[in-house]
T-cell receptor, first 114, second 114 residues
């Protein structure tokens, strides 16, 4: 069981470039999430998708867009990367969006914007 | 101010010793409190989940406690092993702003030395 798979694992971008981070889960989960993790801070929610066909903003959505391509895949797009977006990005999924469900995290994408 | 504060920031112990990590939170009420283990270069993995009314939850050598009166939780690791070297993250989950909000602490980085 692969769980949550993120690609790429590492990426370096120049300021102003765009890219898409990919995430796929094989657990038939309904809900998917994108977080960013910065040094000395807890993970913060960027966007989430409670179910296929829906997406909503989290705490720090500025500069990002998302697409729930199907039930398995949830991508995060940076249209014009900025140095402030240098971070480690984690995708996660849960069976449903209730507070009592477990969350499975991917291994992360380490993004550097120069 | 972060609503979930963890201490210490980092900790070094010798293999076989016990240790206790602390989590103080200001979020109340909440649905449940979780402890996650995050190995370097990996995503967080759930260790324990406690509801507001639970006091203790164990998972092998890991025991989490919750004191709702003092708004404190702790994670006790017994007979530490080299593989326990990781960051341990305290997370409070509640339903807020129309979605399930996970409030992450910044983590305690534990190093177990032989």
């Amino acid at each position: 069981n692969a769980g949550v798979t993120q690609t790429p694992k590492f990426q370096v971008l120049k300021t102003g470039q765009s890219m898409t981070l990919q995430c796929a889960q094989d657990m038939n989960h309904n809900s998917m999430y994108w977080y960013r993790q910065d040094p000395g801070m807890g993970l913060r929610l960027i966007y989430y998708s409670a179910s296929e066909g829906t997406t909503d903003k989290g705490e720090v959505p500025n500069g990002y867009n998302v697409s729930r391509l199907n039930k398995r895949e949830f991508s995060l797009r940076l249209e014009s990367a900025a140095p402030s977006q240098t971070s480690v990005y984690f995708c996660a999924s849960s069976e449903r969006s209730g507070t009592n469900y477990g969350y499975t995290f991917g291994s992360g994408t380490r993004l550097t914007v120069v | 101010k972060n609503q979930v504060e963890q201490s210490p920031q980092s900790l070094i112990i010798l293999e076989g010793k016990n240790c206790t990590l602390q989590c103080n939170y200001t979020v109340s009420p909440f649905s449940n409190l979780r402890w996650y283990k995050q190995d370097t270069g990996r995503g967080p993995v759930s260790l324990t989940i406690m509801t507001f009314s639970e006091n203790t939850k164990s998972n092998g050598r890991y025991t989490a406690t919750l004191d709702a009166d003092t708004k404190q939780s702790s994670l006790h690791i017994t007979a530490s092993q080299l593989s326990d070297s990781a960051s341990y993250i305290c997370v409070v989950i509640l339903f807020s702003g129309g979605y399930n909000k996970l409030i992450f602490g910044a983590g305690t980085r534990l190093a177990v030395h032989p």
